[in-house]
């Protein structure tokens, strides 16, 4: 296939194609900066990506099915991300997100794609991001992206989507304690899941000091039972209305274009590396590491002029 | 592993026994594969549009229950359908020597029965993924 019936393709929803697509990307082949420069920008624009991120465990997975299923009753053609770790010992991934997902498997309105991290230094972001454009332009109106909430991935994640997600459940303990500082701040939602557990009314009481005040609470805070497909309602009608919203303020826009930077930084970095690590292993190994940085750096700019 | 191989491990039917099927979804992770691992209970429909969303370059079938011979050649069915017969399927499980050649004609490249050393089922995904990789391009 030449890339030009490729995006045909992908711009006409063929399943194959689109698959193939993002294959290109993660696969870095040449052709791949042309295929992404050829999507369509107006379906891009009009798409809203969501990310769903928390601890393991704590049903992200049957969470994001069920709000496909709610997308799908709008009629909405939907994309979803599901991203999981490369092993950093042997480079492989296990990627099991798709059996939560099975109910649709046969929809050929929702379109899922597992997608290893293969140890990128920029995390996720740079393929992801890839994908989520190509999943746009075959016409998903809404590309969930899921992730799990550990380390770097959840940042990520959260700099990627329009709206983000928290999920966390009953059962964590002293986890939230550490997650306050960080993740919670930035993500637009916390949902409490399982709810009906043990321990949820005390996790929705813990987080209630991450909050500002009972309004912003009441805003950013919800409760669900995702397997039993409670509190699924309110939650789409709250994701809906906050995209809505950052439409018409401008957020939604201003997002993507930071975004947008940090995925060029991203790839950038990841172009460098290639080039850095021959000029790395010819460098005198007695100089420290900050200054001999430097020096190939300024190597490397010399080079270009 | 340079190339990086995508395959689906999955079980069609009815038959819930999927140690099998995870004790090799985890080898071929171990061994460098992103594994797509699609459960137990598919329908061979499912697992061709999975195979197909998620590119892969091989399918992995297991089954225990006597369900083979209907059962394999339908995912190969299913992929043709769908316009990817080009995917190859590998299978394995409890499978009668009897049954490997009916299996083969069906279109099914491999088939791995009970003491196939791991390796063995390692390298035999390793072959059929680098050859559809080399068809693509």
Known sequence: MDTRDILRRVHGGEPRSIGRAISLIEDQVDCAAEILQGLDPERIKASFVLGVTGPPGAGKSTLTAQLVRHLRLQKQRVGIIAVDPSSPVSGGALLGDRIRMMDHALDQQVVVRSMATRGKLGGLCASAGAAVRILAASGCRTIIIETVGIGQSEMDIIRLADISIMVLAPGFGDDIQAMKAGILEVADLIVVNKSDQPGAEKLALDLATVFQNAEEKNLRLLQTIASENKGLDELVKRIQDMEKQCRLNGTLQKRRLQSSALETLDWAIEILRSRLTPLIEKQDKSIDPRLAAEKIIRQLIQEKD | ?137
């Open chain 2, 1 to 137: 592993m340079a190339e990086k191989f995508r395959v689906l491990i999955g079980k069609p039917g009815l038959d819930g026994h999927d140690r099998g099927a995870k004790f090799i979804a985890r080898a071929l992770r171990d061994a460098g594969f992103e594994v797509i691992y699609t459960g137990i209970r598919r329908t061979p429909e499912e697992i061709a549009a999975s195979a197909i969303q998620e590119d892969v370059a091989a399918v992995g079938l297991s089954s225990m229950s006597g369900a083979h011979l209907r059962l394999f050649p339908a995912v190969i069915d299913a992929l043709r359908n769908a316009g990817a017969g080009d995917i190859p399927v590998l299978g394995g499980g409890i499978i009668p020597d009897e049954d490997i050649v009916p299996l083969k004609q069906a279109g099914i490249a491999t088939i791995f029965t009970p003491g196939t050393p791991v390796q063995v089922i390692i390298d035999a995904f390793a072959t059929a993924c680098r050859h559809h990789h080399r068809q693509r391009s």
